[in-house]
């Protein structure tokens, strides 16, 4: 069963804009970090945020880390895999927050194998140690998890409307 043309829309539009925010914020950071006369870590407005220069050569929170070319490609071609398999079920979701979480979640990877492709690395900047969480992070990323976080939403929500519809 496909899904109504206006989710799927939206989670390609989604697909669009993370790509592009992606992208756009990884270009303005590049050209304000990196070869600057100052350490690659500025201190941002609060105390508690940084933006930090960190090559992520794993996948998420830097897990699975390899350092060379072929790790790059193959995390990139198992990012496209994945991200192939999710626009299929985009085609099918049920529910608009599925659509959308199914966006973000393609529009991040897309964006993280672009970084893979182009330096070998994924490029974080975002640094809220301030605040106790340890990891470096980009745009790309924070939209796959908070795609996945939808996902995992919708499920349950999804799980509860669907035991709601058979006891009624």
């Known amino acids: 069963m496909m899904a109504p043309v206006g989710s799927r829309r939206l989670g390609l539009l989604l697909i669009a804009v993370?790509?592009?925010?992606?992208?756009?914020?990884?270009?303005?950071?590049?050209?304000?970090?990196?070869?600057?006369?100052?350490?690659?870590?500025?201190?941002?407005?609060?105390?508690?945020?940084?933006?930090?220069?960190?090559?992520?050569?794993g996948v998420s929170f830097g897990l699975l880390a390899?350092?060379?070319?072929?790790?790059a490609w193959?995390?990139?071609?198992l990012a496209i895999a994945v991200s192939i398999g999710l626009g299929l079920w985009l085609r099918r979701a049920d529910t608009r927050l599925?659509?959308?979480?199914?966006?973000?979640?393609?529009?991040?990877?897309?964006?993280?194998?672009?970084?893979?492709?182009?330096?070998?690395?994924?490029?974080?900047f975002f640094d809220f140690s301030g605040l106790w969480f340890p990891y470096v992070f980009n745009v790309a990323d924070a939209a796959?998890?908070?795609?996945?976080?939808?996902?995992?939403?919708?499920?349950?929500?999804?799980?509860?409307?669907?035991?709601?519809d058979v006891s009624s």
Do not use: Y
Request: net charge neutral; proline share 4%; aromatic share 8%.
């Open 74 to 77: 193959l995390l990139s071609a």
């Open 144 to 164: 796959i998890s908070i795609g996945v976080a939808a996902l995992v939403l919708d499920g349950l929500i999804g799980h509860k409307a669907a035991k709601r």
């Open 98 to 124: 599925t659509a959308l979480a199914l966006g973000a979640i393609i529009g991040g990877a897309l964006g993280n194998v672009v970084d893979r492709l182009r330096w070998g690395a994924v490029f974080d």
């Open 18 to 57: 993370i790509f592009a925010a992606d992208q756009l914020s990884k270009l303005v950071m590049v050209e304000l970090l990196l070869d600057r006369p100052w350490p690659q870590q500025i201190l941002v407005l609060p105390p508690w945020f940084n933006l930090t220069v960190v090559w992520n050569r």
């Open 66 to 71: 390899a350092d060379s070319q072929e790790a």
